[in-house]
């Protein structure tokens, strides 16, 4: 019997290919989504008077303010997010310039920023937009096992910084880094804050719900503090799966705590430590197949999807006048169970029942350690110097059941080619170190001109390694144990000027980087599989400016990049149809940013993002199983992408609030080599209307008023199912209650 090893495969995008992964393998006050652009947009008194003082919200590692870094940057203020009643990241990431979010498999959804992407999903390989948490990875060694969607709630602010950021974020941020800032503890006082959510999504039968809590308490004054969050959300489907019988079937379940510990024995020294932890279990899958309708899927069984993410992690600062120092130890465990229905593919398998059920189970654990020096701000010179470290072990098992498959396969095949009901198993290994020597220095020349030059010297590792057994693989197969190493460094350099306290120009050219990967195929008569891959090689170059204006009603942010993508890590398909990692092919990518915030009367605000994006390859790759040509566009890189916010504050009691907001974002391939596989162009429109009483939140919200399809990614066409997308939540209403101490 000749196995089915190439359906098995071209289920990778869903299951992370069961035979071929192993080879893989805002305005603070107003509330609007309005990243803090070119200068913090504060107040305006009626009489004209200086706006009031507020507090600026800070970017990157030496925490300078959005309006002082050269580069596209944003930040969304905690509050910002709050007032917007945004959860997770498909509430915000997407209206934020050169950030299209695609919302693809529970834990899976991935942001493309700048069109950097070779999949609007995850690849086999490592992504190309970093994630973090307070400086923290959640990326690691090749393919990520999940990307833990932090809820908003009690954060201090989510930073987006667009281009490479290899300098000094590390592998992984070719296209951008997402850092989440969650609130520490503070020592100065108590606090605490509830929240709660009741809303209806339309074509689901049940109610959406959550709760979050927060409580600080100061253990000592000034010296020691505890902070406790508390999350838990209930999503309610709103796909029928025909095929087990049930509405609703996609119901999606959330639950994050938080703990954090801040200790400050003097006014130099601060301590901090944070445990996380969340789980999420979705009883079954989020995509659409369109053979069976709008808003309809159908399997023989529910293809349901858990993960868990713990992480702990010490955090050291101490200020020693001529210089900062900060030391971060993490460690971090993923791991989730994938069920999919294998049915279409192994339907009667040699005589069993079906359903046939695929499982995966993952594991990853990684440590991290990061130590760097900091001189003060406002020196003639500045500098930041740092080391830095990373190890990953990371497993995948996965097999094939039936129920009853023993019974009938007992007398066709030896006993050991069953586990029980199991008739086929397998294994992956990846284990990678990154070690990372980073800094940056700049020079303040006076008259507002400021010269910044910096990089990464880097050293990756990965091995990695497999099996395969069962009925399908008689006797069972080791795979080629495989090895990637790489060294180089990732350099960057800008240079700003600012005429006065509120404009900054700014020119800029840096690079990124990201680990290869290893094939561990067995070997093809006639053809010759690469033994792996390596870094892509990325060089952004991109001149802004940043300002404001009218006695800082108007602030803006714009600017234009191009990029220089070549050895783009590629995933082709050999005779058999098998896939294999190489680096092939050659891609540009030129864009233009805007983002802007208008105080039009002391009443009303204005937001608005746009952003043009031209990202297409500039070289044909004919040897890939679909040819690829020049000038094809790549995934996830719309050419228009456009969000505004309007916010308009009512006299009265309870100071009532309305904030109208809209996306538009047009069509781009969800992959390069998949025919039909489109996100298409939707446009999606928010409104929200507030009261206050006292330190109690009433808000009324309705998402996706005119209950339109938005498609953010797809697996494209199957024979069996046909279009099997993923679609932005269907109408959503509700209300919600926020108090604060």
């Known amino acids: ?38 200068a913090a947009v504060e107040p305006v008194a009626a009489d004209g008077a200086a706006p009031k003082a507020q507090a600026v919200v800070v970017v990157g590692k030496r925490g300078q303010t959005v309006a002082n870094t050269p580069g596209g940057a944003s930040a969304v203020s905690g509050e910002a997010l709050t007032k917007i009643g945004a959860e997770s990241f498909a509430d915000y990431l997407g209206k934020l310039p050169g950030v299209v979010f695609n919302a693809g498999p529970n834990g899976n959804s ?36 999940s990307i ?17 950021q290899g300098s000094l974020y590390g592998s992984s941020s070719l296209g951008g880094a997402i850092n989440y800032i969650a609130k520490e503890a503070d020592t100065s006082g108590l606090d605490a804050a509830f929240e709660t959510v009741f809303s ?63 200790w400050t024995p003097d006014a130099l020294t601060k301590l901090s430590w944070m445990s996380l932890r969340q789980s999420s279990f979705a009883d079954d899958s989020s995509y659409r197949m369109t053979r069976y309708g709008e808003l309809a899927r159908s399997t023989t069984l529910p293809t349901s999807f858990e993960q868990d993410f713990s992480l702990h992690s010490a955090r050291l600062e101490r200020d020693f006048g001529a210089a900062k120092l900060t030391a971060i130890a993490s ?28 499982r995966q189970l993952g594991t990853s654990k990684n440590k991290n350690y990061e130590v760097r020096l900091a001189s003060p701000d406002g020196g003639r010179f500045e500098w930041l110097v740092g080391v830095s470290y990373q190890k990953t072990d990371k497993r995948f098992d996965e097999d094939l059941s039936a129920q009853g498959a023993n019974a009938v396969l007992a007398p066709q095949v030896p006993a050991e080619q069953l586990r029980g009901d199991y008739y086929y198993w397998g294994y992956g290994g990846t284990y990678g170190t990154d070690k990372g020597l980073f800094g940056e220095a700049s020079v ?45 460094f990732s350099p960057k350099i800008s240079l700003s000027y600012k005429p006065n306290a509120q404009t900054m120009v700014y020119a800029l050219a840096s690079e990124g980087f990201r680990f290869g990967g290893a094939n561990i195929l067995l070997p093809l008569a006639g053809f010759d599989t690469p033994t792996g891959w390596g870094s892509d090689s990325l060089r952004n170059y991109e001149i802004g400016v940043k300002s404001s204006l009218f006695n800082r009603r108007l602030t803006f942010d714009v600017d234009v990049f191009n ?16 896939s294999y990692g190489t680096n092939a092919g050659r891609a540009r990518l030129r864009g233009l940013e805007f983002s802007g915030n208008f105080r039009a009367t002391d009443q009303l605000d204005v937001g608005l993002n746009y952003t043009f994006l031209d990202a297409k390859l500039t070289e044909d790759l004919l040897e890939a199983a679909v040819p690829l040509h020049k000038g094809q ?109």
């Open 1 to 38: 019997m000749k196995p089915r090893s190439s359906i098995l495969l071209r289920r990778s995008a869903m299951s992370l290919a069961l035979l071929g992964a192993f080879a893989g393998a805002a305005h603070a006050q107003t509330g609007t989504v309005q990243p803090d652009g070119a």
């Open 110 to 145: 991935t942001a493309v920023i700048r069109g950097v992407g070779t999949t609007a999903g995850l690849d086999q390989g490592q992504g190309t937009t970093g994630y973090y948490i307070n400086e923290i990875p959640l990326s690691e060694v090749g393919y990520t096992i």
């Open 148 to 164: 833990p969607d932090i809820d908003t709630f009690d954060v201090s602010r989510v930073e987006v910084l667009r281009g490479p």
């Open 200 to 262: 209806k999504t339309a074509h689901a039968g049940e109610l959406g719900f959550s709760a979050k809590a927060m409580l600080n308490v100061p253990l000592i004054q000034d010296k020691l503090a505890a902070r406790v969050v508390m999350v838990k959300r209930e999503m309610p489907g709103y796909l029928d799966n025909i095929g087990i019988g049930r509405k609703g079937s996609n119901d999606n379940r959330v639950t994050d705590g938080r703990v954090s510990l801040v």
């Open 331 to 358: 460690y971090n465990k993923k791991s989730q169970e994938l069920h999919d229905d294998f049915t279409p593919y192994y339907g009667g398998f040699m005589g069993t029942s079906d359903p046939q059920l695929f």
């Open 444 to 488: 303040n020349f006076g008259d507002g001109w400021k010269l910044t030059a910096g990089g990464r010297r880097y050293d990756t590792r990965l091995s990695t390694d497999g099996a395969r057994d069962g009925v399908l693989y008689p006797g069972g197969v080791l795979l080629p144990d495989g090895y990637q190493q790489e060294s180089g």
């Open 563 to 578: 990029i220089d993508w070549s050895d783009l890590q590629v995933r082709l398909y050999r005779p058999d149809d098998l």
């Open 633 to 741: 566009q790549l995934p996830g890189s719309s050419k228009h992408q456009l969000s505004t916010t309007a916010t308009y504050k009512f006299d009265g009691k309870y100071s009532p609030t309305a904030t109208v907001s809209g996306r538009y974002l047009s069509d781009a391939p969800a992959n390069l080599q998949g025919t039909g596989q489109r996100i298409n162009g939707f446009a999606q429109f928010d409104a929200r209307y507030a009261m206050w009483f006292d330190n109690l939140e009433l808000s009324l919200f309705v998402n996706n008023i005119a209950d339109k399809r938005g498609v953010t990614f797809t697996y494209g066409s199957d024979a069996n199912l046909g279009n099997q997308e993923f679609i932005i939540r269907p109408r959503t209403a509700g209300v919600r209650l926020h108090w604060q101490l």
